[in-house]
Protein backbone atom coordinates (compact mmCIF):
# COMPACT_ATOMS: atom_id res chain seq x y z
CA UNK A 1 0.00 0.00 0.00
CA UNK A 2 1.06 3.57 -0.98
CA UNK A 3 0.66 6.23 1.91
CA UNK A 4 2.13 9.84 1.32
CA UNK A 5 1.48 12.35 4.06
CA UNK A 6 1.64 15.90 4.79
CA UNK A 7 3.56 16.05 1.07
CA UNK A 8 6.05 19.58 1.24
CA UNK A 9 8.07 20.13 -2.16
CA UNK A 10 8.94 23.51 -3.46
CA UNK A 11 10.88 24.84 -6.00
CA UNK A 12 12.78 28.26 -6.04
CA UNK A 13 10.00 29.21 -3.31
CA UNK A 14 6.88 28.11 -5.03
CA UNK A 15 4.87 24.81 -3.27
CA UNK A 16 4.49 22.49 -5.87
CA UNK A 17 2.69 19.89 -3.23
CA UNK A 18 1.32 21.97 -0.13
CA UNK A 19 0.66 18.97 2.36
CA UNK A 20 -0.29 16.65 0.54
CA UNK A 21 -1.56 13.15 1.82
CA UNK A 22 -2.96 10.40 -0.49
CA UNK A 23 -3.56 6.31 0.20
CA UNK A 24 -3.68 3.68 -2.68
CA UNK A 25 -4.88 0.80 -1.61
CA UNK A 26 -3.05 -3.12 -2.93
CA UNK A 27 -4.15 -4.38 -5.56
CA UNK A 28 -5.62 -1.07 -6.63
CA UNK A 29 -6.03 0.62 -9.92
CA UNK A 30 -5.47 4.43 -8.47
CA UNK A 31 -6.24 7.19 -11.12
CA UNK A 32 -4.43 10.92 -10.34
CA UNK A 33 -6.10 13.89 -12.09
CA UNK A 34 -5.94 17.40 -11.94
CA UNK A 35 -5.54 20.16 -14.26
CA UNK A 36 -2.31 21.61 -15.34
CA UNK A 37 0.34 22.34 -12.48
CA UNK A 38 -1.81 20.52 -9.63
CA UNK A 39 1.73 18.93 -9.19
CA UNK A 40 0.73 15.18 -10.22
CA UNK A 41 4.02 14.79 -11.95
CA UNK A 42 5.96 16.27 -8.75
CA UNK A 43 4.40 13.57 -6.60
CA UNK A 44 4.63 10.61 -9.22
CA UNK A 45 8.40 11.55 -8.96
CA UNK A 46 8.42 11.33 -5.43
CA UNK A 47 6.37 7.98 -5.40
CA UNK A 48 9.34 6.87 -7.62
CA UNK A 49 11.86 7.85 -5.31
CA UNK A 50 13.24 10.21 -7.79
CA UNK A 51 12.69 13.37 -5.61
CA UNK A 52 13.38 14.08 -2.06
CA UNK A 53 10.47 15.77 -0.16
CA UNK A 54 10.69 18.75 2.07
CA UNK A 55 8.74 17.59 4.45
CA UNK A 56 6.25 15.08 4.88
CA UNK A 57 6.50 11.28 4.23
CA UNK A 58 6.30 8.86 0.87
CA UNK A 59 6.52 5.06 1.94
CA UNK A 60 5.43 1.97 0.07
CA UNK A 61 3.68 -0.83 2.71
CA UNK A 62 5.65 1.58 5.92
CA UNK A 63 8.96 1.69 4.01
CA UNK A 64 10.16 5.06 3.22
CA UNK A 65 10.93 5.19 -0.64
CA UNK A 66 13.61 7.63 -0.93
CA UNK A 67 17.00 6.02 -1.25
CA UNK A 68 15.64 3.02 -0.31
CA UNK A 69 16.82 -0.13 -3.26
CA UNK A 70 14.79 -2.71 -1.70
CA UNK A 71 11.84 -0.98 -2.15
CA UNK A 72 12.59 0.37 -5.97
CA UNK A 73 13.39 -2.84 -6.98
CA UNK A 74 9.67 -3.67 -6.14
CA UNK A 75 8.22 -0.88 -8.48
CA UNK A 76 8.33 -0.24 -12.48
CA UNK A 77 8.29 3.49 -12.81
CA UNK A 78 7.08 4.58 -16.60
CA UNK A 79 7.33 8.47 -17.10
CA UNK A 80 5.69 10.61 -20.40
CA UNK A 81 9.15 10.89 -21.48
CA UNK A 82 11.07 7.43 -21.35
CA UNK A 83 14.92 7.46 -20.91
CA UNK A 84 17.04 5.41 -22.63
CA UNK A 85 20.69 5.37 -23.15
CA UNK A 86 21.75 7.20 -26.62
CA UNK A 87 23.27 3.93 -28.20
CA UNK A 88 21.49 1.30 -26.20
CA UNK A 89 19.26 -1.25 -28.24
CA UNK A 90 16.63 -2.95 -26.82
CA UNK A 91 18.35 -5.94 -26.00
CA UNK A 92 21.07 -3.56 -24.22
CA UNK A 93 18.07 -2.47 -21.89
CA UNK A 94 16.80 -5.64 -21.37
CA UNK A 95 20.76 -6.72 -20.17
CA UNK A 96 20.29 -3.74 -17.64
CA UNK A 97 17.16 -4.50 -16.28
CA UNK A 98 17.93 -8.04 -15.87
CA UNK A 99 21.35 -7.19 -13.53
CA UNK A 100 19.18 -3.95 -11.83
CA UNK A 101 15.98 -6.08 -10.71
CA UNK A 102 16.53 -9.56 -9.37
CA UNK A 103 12.56 -10.30 -10.39
CA UNK A 104 13.38 -10.04 -13.71
CA UNK A 105 11.67 -12.98 -15.47
CA UNK A 106 12.88 -13.60 -18.91
CA UNK A 107 10.53 -16.34 -19.62
CA UNK A 108 8.20 -13.33 -19.12
CA UNK A 109 9.55 -11.37 -21.10
CA UNK A 110 9.96 -14.00 -24.27
CA UNK A 111 6.16 -14.37 -23.73
CA UNK A 112 5.65 -10.96 -24.35
CA UNK A 113 8.01 -10.43 -27.46
CA UNK A 114 4.77 -11.00 -30.07
CA UNK A 115 2.71 -8.34 -27.90
CA UNK A 116 5.15 -5.84 -28.90
CA UNK A 117 6.42 -7.28 -32.01
CA UNK A 118 9.92 -4.99 -31.58
CA UNK A 119 13.65 -5.49 -33.00
CA UNK A 120 15.76 -6.03 -29.94
CA UNK A 121 18.57 -5.20 -32.01
CA UNK A 122 17.66 -1.91 -33.33
CA UNK A 123 18.46 1.28 -31.51
CA UNK A 124 15.87 2.83 -29.58
CA UNK A 125 16.52 6.13 -30.57
CA UNK A 126 15.82 5.14 -34.09
CA UNK A 127 12.03 3.64 -33.36
CA UNK A 128 8.76 6.20 -33.25
CA UNK A 129 7.78 7.29 -29.72
CA UNK A 130 4.62 5.34 -29.79
CA UNK A 131 7.43 2.04 -30.03
CA UNK A 132 9.90 3.74 -27.61
CA UNK A 133 6.59 3.53 -25.19
CA UNK A 134 5.79 0.24 -26.13
CA UNK A 135 9.68 -0.76 -25.23
CA UNK A 136 8.66 0.45 -21.92
CA UNK A 137 5.90 -1.35 -21.10
CA UNK A 138 8.10 -4.67 -21.96
CA UNK A 139 10.76 -4.09 -19.87
CA UNK A 140 8.41 -3.10 -17.07
CA UNK A 141 6.47 -5.89 -17.21
CA UNK A 142 9.44 -8.31 -17.36
CA UNK A 143 10.40 -7.25 -14.18
CA UNK A 144 7.57 -8.67 -12.13
CA UNK A 145 7.08 -5.79 -10.21
CA UNK A 146 4.15 -5.25 -7.00
CA UNK A 147 3.25 -1.35 -7.88
CA UNK A 148 3.27 0.13 -11.24
CA UNK A 149 3.74 4.22 -11.77
CA UNK A 150 2.66 5.41 -14.84
CA UNK A 151 2.77 9.06 -15.63
CA UNK A 152 0.66 9.54 -19.50
CA UNK A 153 1.34 5.77 -20.03
CA UNK A 154 -0.30 5.30 -23.50
CA UNK A 155 0.29 8.91 -25.16
CA UNK A 156 2.08 7.83 -28.21
CA UNK A 157 0.12 4.72 -28.99
CA UNK A 158 -2.29 3.94 -31.76
CA UNK A 159 -6.06 2.41 -30.36
CA UNK A 160 -4.64 -1.31 -30.68
CA UNK A 161 -1.82 -0.87 -28.74
CA UNK A 162 -3.39 1.08 -25.92
CA UNK A 163 -5.64 -1.58 -25.55
CA UNK A 164 -3.08 -4.00 -25.80
CA UNK A 165 -1.12 -2.44 -22.76
CA UNK A 166 -4.30 -2.33 -20.38
CA UNK A 167 -5.16 -5.71 -20.75
CA UNK A 168 -1.50 -6.56 -20.04
CA UNK A 169 -1.61 -4.56 -17.07
CA UNK A 170 -5.09 -5.15 -15.69
CA UNK A 171 -4.01 -9.18 -15.91
CA UNK A 172 -1.22 -8.48 -13.77
CA UNK A 173 -3.54 -6.69 -11.13
CA UNK A 174 -6.18 -9.95 -11.42
CA UNK A 175 -3.38 -12.20 -11.16
CA UNK A 176 -0.67 -11.28 -9.15
CA UNK A 177 -2.23 -8.12 -7.28
CA UNK A 178 -0.02 -5.70 -8.32
CA UNK A 179 -0.97 -2.10 -7.26
CA UNK A 180 -1.52 0.54 -10.61
CA UNK A 181 -0.98 4.29 -10.10
CA UNK A 182 -1.70 6.15 -13.60
CA UNK A 183 -1.48 9.68 -14.23
CA UNK A 184 -2.98 11.09 -17.17
CA UNK A 185 -5.28 13.85 -18.92
CA UNK A 186 -7.38 11.03 -20.73
CA UNK A 187 -9.96 10.83 -18.10
CA UNK A 188 -12.64 8.34 -20.36
CA UNK A 189 -10.03 6.24 -20.12
CA UNK A 190 -9.21 6.12 -16.76
CA UNK A 191 -12.87 5.47 -15.85
CA UNK A 192 -12.87 2.04 -18.00
CA UNK A 193 -9.80 0.85 -15.91
CA UNK A 194 -9.32 2.45 -12.57
CA UNK A 195 -11.32 1.69 -9.00
CA UNK A 196 -10.10 4.32 -7.15
CA UNK A 197 -9.15 8.29 -7.94
CA UNK A 198 -7.48 10.98 -6.62
CA UNK A 199 -8.34 14.76 -7.85
CA UNK A 200 -5.27 16.94 -7.66
CA UNK A 201 -5.42 20.91 -7.09
CA UNK A 202 -2.85 23.24 -6.40
CA UNK A 203 -0.47 20.81 -4.66
CA UNK A 204 -2.98 19.39 -2.05
CA UNK A 205 -5.64 16.20 -2.92
CA UNK A 206 -8.75 18.01 -3.18
CA UNK A 207 -10.50 14.34 -2.90
CA UNK A 208 -9.75 11.08 -2.92
CA UNK A 209 -13.00 8.03 -2.88
CA UNK A 210 -13.47 4.61 -5.01
CA UNK A 211 -14.79 5.68 -8.32
CA UNK A 212 -17.82 3.89 -7.88
CA UNK A 213 -18.59 6.37 -4.53
CA UNK A 214 -17.64 9.67 -6.57
CA UNK A 215 -20.31 8.38 -9.23
CA UNK A 216 -23.13 7.64 -6.03
CA UNK A 217 -22.72 11.14 -4.38
CA UNK A 218 -22.95 13.35 -7.18
CA UNK A 219 -25.78 13.38 -9.13
CA UNK A 220 -27.51 14.94 -12.55
CA UNK A 221 -30.70 15.99 -12.70
CA UNK A 222 -32.90 17.49 -15.46
CA UNK A 223 -36.29 18.53 -14.41
CA UNK A 224 -38.91 21.58 -15.70
CA UNK A 225 -41.23 23.21 -12.73
CA UNK A 226 -44.53 24.70 -12.81
CA UNK A 227 -44.93 27.70 -13.03
CA UNK A 228 -44.11 29.74 -9.55
CA UNK A 229 -42.68 26.76 -7.72
CA UNK A 230 -39.50 27.33 -6.09
CA UNK A 231 -36.35 24.52 -5.36
CA UNK A 232 -35.65 23.64 -2.13
CA UNK A 233 -33.45 25.75 -0.19
CA UNK A 234 -31.30 22.72 1.46
CA UNK A 235 -29.64 20.93 -1.90
CA UNK A 236 -26.20 21.40 -2.01
CA UNK A 237 -25.92 22.42 -5.41
CA UNK A 238 -22.42 22.81 -7.19
CA UNK A 239 -23.58 24.11 -10.28
CA UNK A 240 -27.65 25.36 -12.09
CA UNK A 241 -28.03 25.48 -15.82
CA UNK A 242 -31.47 26.45 -17.83
CA UNK A 243 -32.92 25.90 -20.95
CA UNK A 244 -36.38 27.39 -20.83
CA UNK A 245 -37.82 25.88 -18.27
CA UNK A 246 -35.65 23.28 -18.23
CA UNK A 247 -33.35 22.96 -15.33
CA UNK A 248 -29.72 21.10 -15.58
CA UNK A 249 -28.40 20.61 -11.60
CA UNK A 250 -25.46 18.90 -10.53
CA UNK A 251 -26.30 18.01 -6.99
CA UNK A 252 -24.00 16.47 -3.89
CA UNK A 253 -26.11 13.80 -2.66
CA UNK A 254 -27.55 10.41 -3.21
CA UNK A 255 -30.05 10.20 -5.79
CA UNK A 256 -33.32 8.51 -4.13
CA UNK A 257 -32.56 11.10 -1.62
CA UNK A 258 -32.52 14.00 -3.66
CA UNK A 259 -35.12 12.99 -6.18
CA UNK A 260 -37.40 12.20 -2.87
CA UNK A 261 -36.95 15.48 -2.02
CA UNK A 262 -37.31 17.91 -5.45
CA UNK A 263 -40.39 15.50 -5.81
CA UNK A 264 -41.99 17.56 -3.06
CA UNK A 265 -41.87 20.89 -5.75
CA UNK A 266 -44.23 19.03 -8.24
CA UNK A 267 -41.96 19.20 -11.10
CA UNK A 268 -43.37 18.33 -14.52
CA UNK A 269 -40.56 16.48 -15.28
CA UNK A 270 -37.52 14.96 -13.94
CA UNK A 271 -34.57 12.87 -14.89
CA UNK A 272 -31.40 11.31 -13.60
CA UNK A 273 -28.29 11.25 -15.43
CA UNK A 274 -25.15 9.44 -15.16
CA UNK A 275 -22.15 11.66 -14.19
CA UNK A 276 -19.09 10.49 -16.07
CA UNK A 277 -15.75 11.22 -14.41
CA UNK A 278 -14.50 14.31 -16.53
CA UNK A 279 -18.16 15.72 -15.72
CA UNK A 280 -17.26 14.89 -11.60
CA UNK A 281 -13.85 16.08 -12.03
CA UNK A 282 -14.99 19.67 -13.52
CA UNK A 283 -17.40 20.40 -11.18
CA UNK A 284 -15.44 19.35 -8.43
CA UNK A 285 -13.12 21.51 -9.41
CA UNK A 286 -15.18 24.52 -9.26
CA UNK A 287 -18.28 23.66 -11.87
CA UNK A 288 -19.09 26.79 -14.33
CA UNK A 289 -15.61 28.03 -13.47
CA UNK A 290 -13.85 25.27 -15.23
CA UNK A 291 -16.14 24.95 -18.09
CA UNK A 292 -14.82 25.56 -21.52
CA UNK A 293 -15.70 29.24 -22.09
CA UNK A 294 -17.26 30.38 -25.23
CA UNK A 295 -14.77 33.14 -26.32
CA UNK A 296 -15.79 35.00 -29.48
CA UNK A 297 -12.53 36.07 -31.59
Request: with cysteine; charged share 30%; proline share 5%.
Amino acid sequence: MIEVRDLVKSFDGLRALDGLSLTVPAGAVYGLVGPNGAGKSTLIRHLAGILRQDAGSVTVDGEPVYENPAVKRRIAYIPDEVFYYTQATLRDMKRLYRDLYPSFDRERWEKLAPAFALDEKRPIRKLSKGQQKQAAFWLALALRPELVILDEPVDGLDPVMRRQVWSLLLSEVAERGVTVLVSSHNLRELEDVCDHVGILNKGKMLLERSLSELQENLVKIQLALPEGAELPTDLDMLHESRTGRLRQLILRGKAEELTEKLQAAGPLFLDILPLNLEEIFIYELGGADHEVKNILL
